[in-house]
């Protein structure tokens, strides 16, 4: 699963400043290159690579042959110069996109927030849903992830911020099964704080603040409903 799709990857780099980037469709040719032709064709001939740096543990090539000891080897040969950047620690523990995703999965917002330097976040189109929400005083946007290999936390209530059209809002989000109306399907759906707009078929995107609880049961609507606003009163302690 992707902790970043595509096109926010693309929008993490805008932001640290990158001028150029080439995006290379990784087809079956593409990926029988050995790292060699890799480094000789594409980054030295068609690039002009002068000055190449790259994540450690970096591997590349076909059969993930090629690493940072054979690119400091081809380096004098291709005339470009080569620096890895080191693993990163945080409090002594070793940062990964394995251990990113296992904190999500867990439904560890705050560890997966500091491994990543940023509020992780996802993206979609709202979609019609039953409604439900809207009786209780609390409409959800449902939200539809474009992206089917994106990441999506683990089940449970969240305090979020929403942005639609370059506006940030406030929110709590709900991802899991709704158990106490449905149980059948998995659904994201996120509650707007001081919100009336018509948005069905836009794009917004949530970005992950803080986990409030796991998803529960409740005997009855009644306690669902009061259940709501509790979280809601969670929500803007968080803020």
């Known amino acids: 699963k992707l902790l970043n799709t595509q096109e926010e990857k693309i929008e993490l780099l805008e932001k640290f400043g990158i001028d150029h980037l080439i995006v290379i469709p990784f087809t079956k040719k593409f990926s029988r290159l050995t790292s060699l032709e890799f480094v000789r064709d594409i980054i030295a001939n068609k690039i002009g ?3 190449l740096v790259i994540g450690y543990n ?25 620096k890895e950047i080191p693993a990163i620690d945080l409090d002594n523990i070793e940062i990964s996109s394995t251990k990113i995703r296992e ?9 997966a927030n500091s491994y990543l330097g940023y509020e992780y976040s996802l993206r979609g189109k709202v979609m019609k849903g039953k409604q439900l929400g809207r009786e209780f005083g609390y409409p959800t946007a449902n939200i539809e992830v474009a992206d089917k ?5 683990a089940d449970g209530i ?26 059948k399907k998995r659904t994201i759906e996120v509650n707007i704080f001081d919100f009336d707009k018509e948005v069905y078929g836009h794009e917004i995107r949530v970005s992950f603040v803080e986990w409030l609880r796991k998803e529960k049961k409740f005997s009855d609507l009644e306690k669902l409903k009061k259940q709501i606003a509790a979280d809601k009163q969670a929500t803007l302690k968080v803020f």
């Open 149 to 153: 290999y994106k990441l999506i936390p």
């Open 58 to 82: 970096h591997h590349f090539g076909r059969n993930r042959e090629g690493s940072f000891k054979h690119l400091k080897e081809f380096g004098p040969v291709y005339g470009f110069d080569v």
């Open 158 to 183: 969240y305090a979020v911020k929403v942005f639609h059209e370059a506006t940030e809002y406030k929110g709590m989000m709900s991802i899991g099964f709704n158990p106490t109306v449905d149980g």
């Open 49 to 51: 690579t002068k000055k």
């Open 103 to 111: 904190s999500l999965q867990k439904g560890d917002i705050n560890m």
